[in-house]
């Protein structure tokens, strides 16, 4: 959310920012209903201040013995119209308070220009895509092939954009996800969260998630929405919060599954596992203050780095142009793994600075050292650590066989009990 006093100093560059996402202007409208909202606060404060003073003037009229009734009169007139304005700004504070809600992000100056995905600049890259002695094949067929992925019994049971892991399949996501929990937690510094997965409204409106985004959320009949991904908990523990400088920075991790309807996404990846409406992923949550924010970004997209570097898949870290950056975002890295079945880079990774967007939104906030009154909002940061289903598509692919069976990267060994090969039974 957007610092309304910033939108009406700056409504310029308001328009600006959001040129650059290529969307409309919208400093006309929002200032229109700022101006609303003040001339009503206005004229609330003006009928106050009246009300006070023909109050006393009742006092002073009656002490004398003389009659008050005409200035009696305009105190009841008066209280019957603040009634009416009281509730008028309520509800204007309220539209203007939900438009807010729809403007996205102001991007970071250092977001490269562009309308779309095509503008992102490659920033480096890590690790040689193998050559195959034979034709690669896609997760999907590997999977099927070696009897370990069902999609058929999914579709019965859920429909589509499910399935079912087996047997080495579902022991090597098991292992991804604890492979990276223990990276993190043991190596960098982040604390594991449990959190829950069921939210309420206000949650997701804290982290941007709505009313943006309502079409892409599962929400429950007692009206708890499902969280699309761990970052809604994470953030929002912070929510309503004054922190102080000293618990800054604060880093959280936590696997869990994710729930997503995809409603943006026909007809995209209808084939496999990349695309699901429910999947798991590791988390990386940063809460900090402005001064520590751009490197604890640059500090968690090689958090992320480190555990496709450990499972040696090569991929790359590309910055996302001003058209791609999401809506609660003011930059975003993407890291993209090879898919040898693809013949491509695909996104296991987005990890992003939000600035005070959201903390904004949740009114999180920090009071700086040697201070007793003021307080700022902390930033907040997130990225996945990794996708674990994409994650194991990119073993299956990378690490496939000839004969169809997947090579288990040595990372991972320990945690399928020392088994190098998964072979169909």
């Given at each position: 959310?957007l610092d309304?006093?910033?939108?009406?100093?700056?409504p310029a560059g308001?328009?600006a920012a959001?040129?650059?996402r290529g969307a409309?202007?919208?400093?006309a409208?929002?200032?229109?209903?700022d101006?609303?909202?003040r001339?009503v606060?206005?004229?609330l404060?003006n009928?106050q201040?009246?009300?006070?003073e023909?109050?006393k003037q009742i006092?002073?009229?009656?002490?004398?013995?003389g009659d008050?009734?005409?200035?009696m009169?305009?105190v009841?007139t008066?209280?019957?119209?603040?009634?009416e304005?009281?509730?008028?700004?309520k509800?204007?504070?309220q539209?203007?308070?939900?438009v807010?809600?729809?403007?996205p992000?102001v991007l970071?100056?250092?977001?490269?220009?562009?309308?779309d995905?095509?503008?992102n600049v490659?920033?480096r890259?890590?690790?040689?895509p193998?050559?195959?002695?034979?034709?690669?094949k896609?997760?999907a067929?590997?999977?099927?092939g070696?009897g370990l992925l069902?999609?058929?019994q999914?579709?019965?049971?859920?429909?589509a954009?499910?399935s079912?892991?087996?047997g080495?399949?579902?022991c090597m996501?098991?292992a991804?996800?604890?492979?990276?929990?223990?990276t993190?937690?043991t190596?960098h510094g982040?604390?594991?969260?449990?959190?829950?997965?069921?939210?309420?409204?206000?949650?997701l409106q804290?982290?941007?998630?709505?009313?943006k985004?309502?079409?892409d959320?599962?929400?429950t009949t007692?009206?708890h929405?499902?969280?699309?991904?761990?970052e809604?908990?994470l953030?929002?523990?912070v929510a309503?919060?004054i922190?102080?400088?000293?618990?800054?920075?604060?880093?959280l991790?936590a696997?869990t599954?994710?729930f997503?309807?995809?409603?943006?996404?026909?007809g995209?990846?209808t084939?496999?596992?990349?695309r699901q409406h429910q999947?798991?992923?590791?988390e990386?949550?940063?809460?900090?203050t402005?001064?520590q924010?751009a490197a604890?970004?640059e500090?968690i997209v090689?958090?992320?780095?480190t555990?496709l570097?450990r499972?040696?898949l090569p991929?790359?870290v590309?910055?996302?142009?001003a058209?791609?950056?999401?809506?609660t975002?003011?930059?975003?890295?993407?890291l993209?793994?090879?898919l040898p079945?693809q013949?491509a880079?695909?996104?296991?990774?987005?990890?992003s600075?939000?600035?005070?967007f959201q903390?904004?939104?949740m009114?999180?906030?920090?009071?700086p050292d040697g201070e007793t009154?003021g307080?700022?909002f902390v930033h907040?940061?997130n990225g996945?650590?990794?996708?674990?289903?994409?994650?194991?598509?990119?073993?299956?692919?990378?690490?496939q066989?000839a004969?169809g069976?997947i090579?288990?990267?040595k990372a991972?060994?320990?945690y399928m009990g020392g088994i190098?090969?998964?072979?169909r039974?």
């Amino acid at each position: 959310m957007l610092d309304i006093k910033w939108i009406r100093d700056n409504p310029a560059g308001l328009d600006a920012a959001l040129a650059r996402r290529g969307a409309a202007p919208r400093s006309a409208e929002i200032l229109e209903l700022d101006a609303n909202h003040r001339g009503v606060i206005t004229e609330l404060q003006n009928l106050q201040s009246r009300r006070n003073e023909a109050s006393k003037q009742i006092g002073a009229v009656k002490s004398k013995g003389g009659d008050a009734s005409a200035l009696m009169a305009e105190v009841a007139t008066i209280k019957d119209r603040m009634t009416e304005l009281e509730g008028k700004e309520k509800e204007v504070g309220q539209y203007l308070h939900d438009v807010l809600m729809t403007v996205p992000n102001v991007l970071d100056v250092t977001v490269p220009e562009g309308r779309d995905e095509s503008a992102n600049v490659e920033l480096r890259k890590w690790g040689t895509p193998q050559t195959f002695s034979f034709a690669a094949k896609d997760h999907a067929d590997i999977g099927q092939g070696l009897g370990l992925l069902d999609f058929d019994q999914a579709a019965v049971i859920s429909g589509a954009r499910f399935s079912i892991l087996k047997g080495a399949l579902a022991c090597m996501e098991r292992a991804l996800a604890q492979f990276m929990l223990d990276t993190h937690t043991t190596e960098h510094g982040f604390t594991e969260i449990n959190p829950p997965l069921l939210v309420k409204a206000e949650a997701l409106q804290g982290s941007g998630q709505l009313p943006k985004f309502v079409d892409d959320l599962y929400v429950t009949t007692a009206g708890h929405w499902l969280i699309p991904t761990s970052e809604v908990s994470l953030v929002n523990m912070v929510a309503g919060k004054i922190l102080s400088t000293a618990e800054l920075p604060i880093r959280l991790t936590a696997f869990t599954p994710c729930f997503r309807s995809e409603a943006g996404a026909a007809g995209k990846d209808t084939k496999g596992i990349i695309r699901q409406h429910q999947f798991e992923k590791v988390e990386l949550v940063t809460i900090c203050t402005p001064e520590q924010s751009a490197a604890e970004h640059e500090r968690i997209v090689k958090c992320a780095e480190t555990i496709l570097q450990r499972l040696e898949l090569p991929y790359r870290v590309v910055a996302l142009c001003a058209g791609d950056v999401g809506f609660t975002m003011a930059r975003t890295f993407d890291l993209e793994v090879w898919l040898p079945g693809q013949n491509a880079y695909r996104e296991i990774s987005s990890c992003s600075n939000g600035h005070e967007f959201q903390a904004r939104r949740m009114n999180a906030r920090f009071r700086p050292d040697g201070e007793t009154k003021g307080t700022r909002f902390v930033h907040t940061l997130n990225g996945s650590g990794l996708a674990v289903g994409r994650t194991l598509v990119a073993v299956m692919e990378n690490y496939q066989e000839a004969d169809g069976s997947i090579r288990v990267p040595k990372a991972l060994q320990p945690y399928m009990g020392g088994i190098d090969l998964i072979r169909r039974g």
